[in-house]
């Protein structure tokens, strides 16, 4: 039964009709014996094609059905089962009780796999916020050396562009210039840990303010005397 809960998808089946294939791709809950069995939430029986039969086609052979609803433990329906018969199959309670039994074990099978599928994904979305974590504290942890870093550069780059005596100055900031380039490419991957290990709700942490003023303060000092 799909999310909604208002029709039944065509899972698998075995020797359908061709035309039946298309016919019941999707049946409405409610709608044919399929349909009933969803929204009765109780087991179909039909030892020919009546009128509840309403997905029909010209040519059909005459048959019967149990359609065999299975009901998850809310009460709500998970989907159901058809059984095709001989034309004229008389109802046994005993075929009727088996059938309800194995659509008990079905449902709790299909609620087993659904129960785990929802733990993976509780689990990888888990295990995908620590690495997250991890990757931002590692951004952290590397930024602030790298942006020390790339202001000493630029302080080192304003220096040989004043100073003569270097000889060759095109040597020395070629040489800045492959520092920088790597320093920006060192950059780029911070941003990237930092943005993969942002979550929605934010964290803080105490730190000394006074001495990120300091360091800071004497980084510009140094890059602008």
Not at 23 to 43: F, N, P, T
Not at 46 to 67: T, V
Not at 131 to 152: D, Q, R, T, Y
């Amino acid at each position: 039964i799909n999310k909604a809960g208002t029709a039944l998808d065509l899972f698998v089946h075995k020797n359908l009709a061709e035309p039946l294939k298309k016919m019941c791709s999707q049946v409405a809950v409610g709608k044919c014996l399929c349909g009933r069995a969803a929204a009765e939430k109780k087991l179909q029986f039909a030892r020919c094609l009546d009128d509840r039969h309403e997905n029909s086609f010209e040519g059909m052979k005459p048959h019967g059905h149990y359609n065999l609803p299975f009901i998850g433990t809310n009460g709500e329906a998970l989907g159901v089962m058809v059984l095709y018969l001989e034309h004229g199959h008389q109802y046994s309670d005993r075929e009727a009780h088996f059938l309800n039994t194995v659509g008990k074990i079905v449902a709790g099978i299909i609620e087993k796999d659904e129960a785990e599928r929802k733990l993976k994904a509780a689990q990888h979305s888990a295990k995908m916020a620590s690495i997250g974590e991890l990757a931002a504290g590692v951004a952290h942890e590397v930024n602030n050396p790298l942006a020390i870093m790339s202001g000493h550069l630029f302080r080192l780059r304003r220096m040989v562009e004043k100073e003569s005596q270097l000889g060759d100055r095109e040597k020395y900031k070629a040489t800045i210039e492959k520092i920088n380039s790597a320093i920006e490419r060192a950059a780029k991957v911070i941003k990237g840990l930092r943005t993969f290990g942002s979550q929605e709700s934010a964290e803080h942490s105490d730190f000394e303010l006074l001495s990120v003023i300091k360091e800071n303060f004497d980084l510009v000092k140094e890059i602008y005397t």
